[in-house]
């Protein structure tokens, strides 16, 4: 069977489900990377685990005939949301998955399908994504940051993602860089990075800021109606590049947060680029700067850590997809047990 | 060559050298890792390059010649003090090793001994050592750190040691756990548990108690005969161990910043194991009861990093020797080129 089979295995597509609290992206992937179909639908996860389950089930399916059945599919990449255990293909108990708790997905997606598959958490696949096909091709040694409404970080080493001895390497986002922090982090630490540069973070400080700032006029103000619940990342962007000093001023700060906890990330690390990517990362330009500015400021070879590439994140759209597929991907799949 | 070289390889000899700002450490090795000569001498470091490159030479060449030349032996491992390149063999420009700067040591030992040669830096080798031949045998993947004038950290992934692009990887003193800590690191940052853990670090922090608490009576005033200059990590050591409350307090603190920051490094790599070792760390159990309770506070999974094993490390003298001949063992030899 194995025997001339790679000829055949070159042909056979791969299917990648990103599994996300509001919908199911799908798609099917050749072995040179290329996109040849994908679907969305909405997740139903209020509906508990036995709805979002057939939801998932379903877009397989139809990816699954699309492929022409267990015949024309390497495998299934799935990612879900943590925690979960890609050694075993468990997922544990993940918040935006209402009645979900110890699904061996892995498993029932194989016995269903005849075909493999494999659980991945999405910043550790999103990495492995940027690195075969996306900003940080050509580097095999990659530390991937994405930031949006938390922080997930992917650990790339020699094209393959480090898993660590539980599955549950690569937790950056839980690196505290002030140990007493006022903000205390989802995770019920103080002063990880999540709890102060994510967007949710930039909002929160926004917030205080302009509590203190009473007496200081502020676009913000104006943009929100006074009504600091509204506050959003986009908002405090959008402020700063018409000029407010407190929107820019929360940039800034972000920037160095992140700059910071990169210093911390590259001295460990020693990487051959950073990919940074998410919703908060697309503010860009006041955002990148301050970070640069920082790293040879807190990295110990400021020579090196300066020389060490921050690239923006290529894929957005699908990047869920792509991560998923390249699971089983040969680069990707040989992923050693750590 | 390589044919049937297998049986003669395991019969020669490694020798591994240990480069200190005050002395030099050399010892033979066998491949299965028994220590049958050492020998030790002064570095002569303030005399210079000249001088101090020949002290090393000198005992080099008396480690060859007992190992029957360059037939007898597998290969030299020379740790030396950074910055050093391990992938070029570079001792870039150590601050006590005056006179040092961007030495080829790996090439002018292979060069004058005819035997393949390898330079590392200490911490890095330490690590491989504990993970070969002291308290992680068994562990494939183990975070290590020495507490001692500085913090010095090692990772070891599949009984490699992990390098970084350009072979400085592996910094974890030099990861701030408080970005506006008023103690400024030697590297120039802010808050590097360096800074905050390490031994000059625990006498700074006691001589600001003793400052703060000025009406309290400490044993510490005593011991140093009321002269701040005088105390040390033992000294305080001491004194807890008494009952001193300043000297509890400091250790106590000592093991609540370790514990942060070794919950982060567990976030990150979920290791096997994490080794502690150094002066530091010896005083032991004052010390790792708090780091102990605090990690799983500042952990992302509680449950597996109180699981994560943290072991006192068990190569004492000649740790470095062990580490330096380690490169040329067969697990540490393949290092792969990160």
Redesign the interface.
């Known amino acids: 069977m194995a025997r001339g089979g790679l000829q055949k295995t070159m042909r056979k597509l791969i299917m990648g489900i990103d599994i996300g609290g509001t919908k199911v992206a799908g798609g099917l992937m050749t072995a040179q990377g290329r996109l040849v179909k994908s679907l969305i639908r909405p997740t139903h996860a209020g509906g508990g685990y036995a709805s979002s389950l057939s939801q998932i089930i379903s877009l397989i399916e139809r990816l699954y005939h699309a492929a022409g059945g267990s015949d024309g599919l390497e495998g299934i990449g799935l990612l879900a949301p943590g ?1 979960l255990n890609p050694h075993t293909g468990l997922v544990i108990n993940p918040p935006n998955l209402p009645g979900w708790e110890n699904v061996r997905l892995a498993e029932i997606v194989e016995k269903r399908f005849g075909v493999k598959a494999k659980v991945e958490n999405d910043a550790n696949a999103a990495g492995l994504a940027e690195v075969l096909f996306g900003a940080a091709v050509g580097y ?2 990659v530390f991937y940051v994405t930031v949006s409404t938390g922080i997930g970080t992917g ?1 790339i ?2 094209k393959k993602i ?11 986002g ?7 922090s006022p903000y205390r982090c989802g ?5 990880c990075i999540e709890a102060l540069a994510a967007g949710p973070a930039l909002v929160r400080r926004a917030q205080a800021r302009l509590l203190q700032e009473h007496t200081q006029p502020s676009l913000l103000r104006d943009l929100t109606q006074h009504q600091p619940a509204r506050l959003t990342p986009q908002l405090i962007a959008r402020a700063a590049l018409r000029g407010d000093a407190i929107a820019k001023f929360i940039l800034k700060e972000t920037g160095f ?1 992140l700059g ?1 906890w990169l ?2 990330m590259i ?6 680029a950073v990919v940074v990517g998410g919703g908060v990362a697309q503010i860009g330009k006041p955002l990148f700067k301050t970070l640069h500015e920082t790293i040879p ?5 400021p020579n ?1 850590a300066r020389r ?1 590439p921050i690239l923006p994140a290529k894929l957005k759209k699908n990047v869920g997809v792509y991560g998923a597929a390249a699971l089983f991907l040969p680069a990707g799949a040989e992923a ?1 047990n ?1």
Chains 1, 2 share one sequence.
């Open positions: 925690p095999r040694h650990i080493i020699n480090y898993h660590g001895k539980n599955g549950v390497a690569g937790e950056g839980h690196v505290s860089i002030d140990y007493q995770c019920g630490s103080l002063g947060f910071v210093a911390a001295n460990l690390f020693d990487p051959e400021h807190y990295a110990i070879n090196f060490t050693e750590f």
